[in-house]
């Protein structure tokens, strides 16, 4: 008896030693000892986990028969149990097939491996280093193919981007965004570049054509960041710096200014100013507009998850001052993303994201700072606004600080998008099936006020206050259903995909013009004070309709040869009644070389895969109601007894044949990689054929119309891009890596329909010279006028190139009709960006370069450089030939004939190479950090320096008036520039 209670006695302790929780520690390393940060502990069965510290360290409470599994992505995950022991070390081990790069391609991922299309990866982690008020903005030079072009680079404004060349004249050439899985996701200045996992850039027409008409011009999909199995993750983010006008323009000065109007006078006896008698105000406008200008960034996140639902929440905030005076953005952002899991089979999901962007646009341009008479003064001796005539230049102009003051413009944009999914896996996970529904909700307000304060109001006979108020909604909702089967065979894999879509999109708009409003102590709210007669109201409604049904079959033999093909039917409202519909087709195939027997043996190669690729994807430019017959009510039409009485006239004639615009597109790519993934390489040569341009077409005088926009033309593009990466050196305390990617493009017109040539550019006033042509057999892009070779050292008249006369032949004497020809272009020869980052133990330092070479800008402010009303280039105007300035002259004489027509000499080398981003961080060690995973401190600077042509004027050739617009491209009227920006940061997890 004894004996029994005694064992009992010992059971129960044992029993109760193994209930009991214990503090269980330990660290977890990789096959070669380095610490894994960040490896999720769960407890198996229960939502209990942590996660390892900065030196791969956890601690964790646990019976001692608990099960805790182990898992870090591109490692096995281990499971083990605990038992008498308190301290558990971990080996992880690689899992070659998690370590497989994959790729969101549309409606779907595939490894990297098994692509047979051209799919850029943007490196988002150094691509968004430093804050940005616009994700599209920090796109320059990070995918080979992705050209990024800016007309402003104030706060909050959006760039141009073009992938492979614009297929389009007038359709459009933008890029299709998928955020989530939401196609055509608009405004992307309101997404926050913290939440971005992923971006995946569809170039070649294979990649492209699931998405059908939508995708002509490329897709840009990104991914949002998604919670993950764990305990919560905190992290925080916080930035904030300064930012400033990298340099300045030369421009005169008052004594330059003076002196030049001395040189220029015709009467050299009687010069309009005396020298030692000039006004004492020599005001710099530039300095005076500008100013160091402070951004912050804050962003605030939460993650985390257990196997029934993970979560994904954050806030941000950023806040950009402009570094000129009256303008500045700001935007706001909350997001949550969710995914539960319902059953075994079941899951779903939403994605909610709200923001809102303030952005207080610039009343003033730095076309106007340059053009401003220096002799002028800000304030009057009593400290108002200075007002009157302005001493050199003899006009009468209102004033600049007082505009950037005084009056509002403001921007408020308030964007809903909401996304939800519901997914069934069924037979092992072979059988997929998903549906989503989604919309995107935009608001969009804008209030502008000049007050009847302004100088300018003032002068013009004490003119009352004007005020716009614009409003204007967009809605976009979208539903599409996809069934997915994948299976696998002995030696072959298939995959096929199914789907169909339906998206609606409108829009409205109304807009409230006002003007002697009575009151300024209120803003635009005193709009309702103005007289009728004084306000003017429009508006303005659209909506289309997109149907799309869709399928891909992908099919892997031995795991080196894929087939890929697809098909997408796709109808539009807005088109005509006989085109509404058209079919897009790709196939694709890639021969993975290096999995070939007689490759085995070759060591230096690790991969080596070569694709080709064909698709047709199509372009539907086309508004809304524009195909069908509208009628309008003009109040001043038919005269009847000698009075004006409405009538109805046809504003639109009916087009039952105008249809897409069609691109077909042929890619071959190789894919390298050497000494064991050291060194990579990938090289894509394209070709693309656009037909059916959409373009205005001459019709006859009895349609009421001059011209109809028609399918007509064509335009082609081909090129290169090139992609470079290395791993130069990877040791336990040093690491070094680069990147580079280079793309080349010829764009070339084939066809105009009735004509071999359209002009689309004009010089302004007082000036009408011909300056850019749409031409057969060149680039969209081209500049037009007179080749200009130099002038008469004895009269310093220009000389322009003869190369033709009446008779066909060259007669001496210049004359636009015969001597004008193509003077230069503004697409450059090639363009790229390069990566480059060491780590030497927590030190980081990181930089990244973009270039453009061989593209040319127009000056249209060199263009104005004759006019005796403007201040302008120092550098110009006091090298032009005069009476005193005859030996040293750089340029011709003033005079209309020298400088009031279209020529080269106004032609700029646009090429450049900028330090766009660099920066320098430390990760503290854990040690210093108890209860934190992660803290880091950083400096970033953007835009530190730039390298640009000797000629060029302005401040910066890649963000000009003309960087984007497909017909005026390149023409530089002085932009606002990009800034630079020095700001200090700090992530901290835990």
Known sequence: MTKLLTTIFIIMISVSAFSQEKMVTGKVVDNTGMPLSGTTLIIKGTNNGTMTDFDGEYSIEAKSTDVITFSYVGMKTQTVTVG???????TMEEDAAALEEVVVIGYGTVKKKDLAGSVAVVDTENTFAAPVANPQNALQGRAAGVQVTSSSGAPGSSPEIIIRGGNSITGGNSPLYVIDGFVGADNISSLNPNDIESMQVLKDASSTAIYGARGTNGVIIITTKKGKLGKPVVNFRASSGIQSLPDEIDVQNTLELATWFNNISPDQTNLPYDLDNLPDTDTNWQKELTREAVMSDYQLSVSGGTEAVKYYVSGGLLNQDGIVKGSGFDRYSLRSNIDFK?????????????????????????????????????????????????????????????????????????????????????????????????????????????????????????????????????????NENTLNYSETFGDHSINVLAGASFQTQSSESVTINASDIPSDGVGVNAIQLAPAESVAISSSYSEVHNLGVFGRVSYIYKDRYVFNASLRRDGKSSLGVNE?????????????????????????????????????????GVSAFSTIANYGIDNNTILVDGVSVPGVYQDEIAKPNLGWEITDQFDAGLEISLFKRRLTAEVDVYYKKTTDLLLAEDVPDFTGKTELLTNIGEVQNKGIDIVLSGIIIDTNDFKWDASLNISTYKNEVIDLGQSTFLSTKNLTAPAVDESSRLMVGQPVGIFWGAKYLGFDPETGDAIFEDISGPDGVPDGVYSGEYDDQVIGNANPDFYGGFQTNFKYKNFDLSAFFAFSVGNETYSEEFFRVNETTLNSFASIRNNMYSVNNTENALYPAVGSNNYDLSSSLYLQDASYLRLSTLQLGYTLPSNLIKGLSKLRLYFTGSNLFLVKSDDYLGFDPDVNTGATGQLQRGFDAIAYPQSRNLLLGIDVSF
């Open 580 to 620: 509404k519909y058209e079919n897009f087709p790709s196939a694709s195939f890639a021969w993975k070389v290096k999995e070939e027997s007689f490759m085995q043996n070759v060591d230096a190669i690790s991969d080596l895969k070569f694709r080709i690729n064909y698709g047709r994807t199509g372009n539907s």
């Open 84 to 90: 008498q022991s308190s301290t558990i070390n971990i």
């Open 342 to 478: 319902l059953s075994k089979v079941f899951k779903a999901g939403v994605n909610i994201a709200l923001s809102r962007t303030d952005k207080e646009n610039n009343t003033i341009s730095f076309t106007q700072l340059l053009r401003e008479d220096p002799s002028k003064p800000i304030y009057d001796e009593e400290g108002e606004y200075w007002i009157g005539t302005n001493p050199i230049l003899g006009t009468e102009t209102g004033n600049l600080m007082a505009d950037a003051l005084l009056n509002d413009d403001n921007t408020t944009l308030d964007k809903i998008f909401i996304n939800t999914y519901v997914e069934g896996n069924f037979f092992d996970d072979k059988l997929t099936w998903k549906s989503t529904f989604g919309g995107d909700f935009i608001y969009n307000k804008r209030h502008r006020f000049t007050p009847s304060t302004n100088p300018s109001f003032i002068m013009n006979d004490n003119q009352l206050a004007q005020a716009i108020i614009n409003r204007s909604n967009n809605q976009e909702f979208l």
